[in-house]
């Protein structure tokens, strides 16, 4: 039976894969506008489902529970601070006005990326059933996610070389996160820990309505898109249910 790091390192690579599968999906269908908004809308949902269903509930658990519930806000604002250091760097490197959207879907992924591998390593400390839990509630997320980035990132003058090996490399920020949630939490506090599943849930919310929907709703959309979201979030709600 695998234990302790190696048992993270293979939930890890669970929704790390299931991102690479979804954008080597990208590579060989044609994606339409609307097609990348229900991916989107539908990886949306199923994220949000992630932080409400499990990390808060779990969070607040906490004593006192305006700890973790601070520790949300502090995750949110720790976004927004990444995303104005990357607005600041693509200023000064001058970066075109046509490729700062896939810049940003690939750096919300990245950043949703490595919350993923905190959270697999957080969760892991606390239970190794709420980690797995955790990796496969993210799969799905991940898939639809993959194959936005990827999509969107074919809507550059990038070469499909390139598009593959950034696609390769989403599997650093999670595993990455999934090493520093374990090591760094294992013998925390548990209000340490749980602190940090918060402020994850925190960054998490703030890259679905940040990256993620505005992405969604740039180019043409489908009214169906909705309806992807709340099935995203009934996606993980059925695993949540029935594999926790």
Same mark, same amino acid.
């Given at each position: !039976?695998?234990?302790?790091?190696?048992?993270?390192?293979?939930l890890?690579?669970? $929704?790390? *894969?299931g991102?690479?599968?979804?954008?080597?999906?990208?590579?060989?269908v044609?994606?339409?506008e609307?097609?990348?908004?229900?991916?989107?809308?539908?990886?949306?949902?199923?994220?949000?489902?992630?932080?409400?269903?499990e990390? !808060?509930?779990?969070?607040?658990?906490?004593d $006192?529970?305006?700890?973790?519930?601070?520790?949300? /806000?502090?995750?949110? *604002?720790?976004?927004?601070?990444?995303?104005?250091?990357?607005?600041?760097?693509q200023?000064?490197?001058?970066?075109?006005?046509?490729?700062?959207?896939?810049?940003?879907i690939y750096?919300?992924?990245?950043?949703?990326?490595?919350?993923?591998?905190?959270?697999?390593g957080?969760?892991?400390?606390?239970?190794? /059933? %709420?980690?797995?839990l955790?990796a496969?509630?993210?799969? $799905?997320?991940? %898939?639809?996610?993959?194959?936005?980035?990827?999509?969107?990132l074919?809507?550059?003058?990038?070469?499909?070389?390139?598009?593959v090996?950034?696609?390769?490399?989403?599997?650093?920020?999670?595993?990455?996160?999934?090493?520093?949630?374990?090591?760094?939490?294992?013998?925390?506090?548990?209000?340490v820990?749980?602190?940090v599943?918060?402020?994850?849930g925190?960054?998490l919310?703030?890259?679905?309505?940040?990256?993620?929907?505005?992405?969604?709703?740039?180019?043409?959309?489908?009214?169906?898109?909705?309806?992807?979201?709340?099935?995203?979030?009934?996606?993980f709600? %059925?695993?949540?249910?029935?594999?926790?």
């Amino acid at each position: !039976m695998l234990e302790g790091f190696t048992l993270v390192l293979v939930l890890a690579c669970l $929704p790390a *894969a299931g991102n690479f599968l979804g954008g080597v999906a990208a590579e060989v269908v044609d994606v339409s506008e609307r097609s990348l908004s229900l991916a989107l809308h539908l990886a949306a949902g199923i994220v949000l489902a992630v932080v409400g269903l499990e990390l !808060m509930p779990e969070a607040l658990t906490a004593d $006192p529970p305006w700890v973790p519930i601070a520790a949300f /806000v502090g995750g949110g *604002a720790v976004f927004v601070a990444l995303e104005r250091a990357i607005g600041y760097v693509q200023v000064r490197t001058g970066t075109s006005e046509e490729s700062k959207g896939p810049l940003a879907i690939y750096s919300g992924v990245s950043i949703d990326l490595f919350s993923d591998g905190v959270m697999i390593g957080t969760g892991t400390v606390i239970n190794p /059933v %709420l980690g797995l839990l955790l990796a496969l509630g993210q799969v $799905p997320a991940d %898939l639809p996610e993959g194959f936005a980035s990827v999509a969107t990132l074919r809507r550059t003058e990038m070469t499909r070389r390139t598009r593959v090996l950034m696609s390769v490399s989403f599997a650093v920020p999670i595993i990455v996160g999934a090493t520093l949630g374990y090591f760094a939490l294992r013998d925390a506090p548990e209000l340490v820990t749980l602190s940090v599943l918060a402020a994850t849930g925190g960054a998490l919310t703030s890259v679905v309505v940040e990256e993620m929907l505005s992405e969604a709703h740039e180019g043409e959309t489908s009214p169906l898109g909705p309806i992807a979201l709340t099935a995203g979030f009934a996606v993980f709600a %059925l695993i949540s249910v029935y594999v926790g």
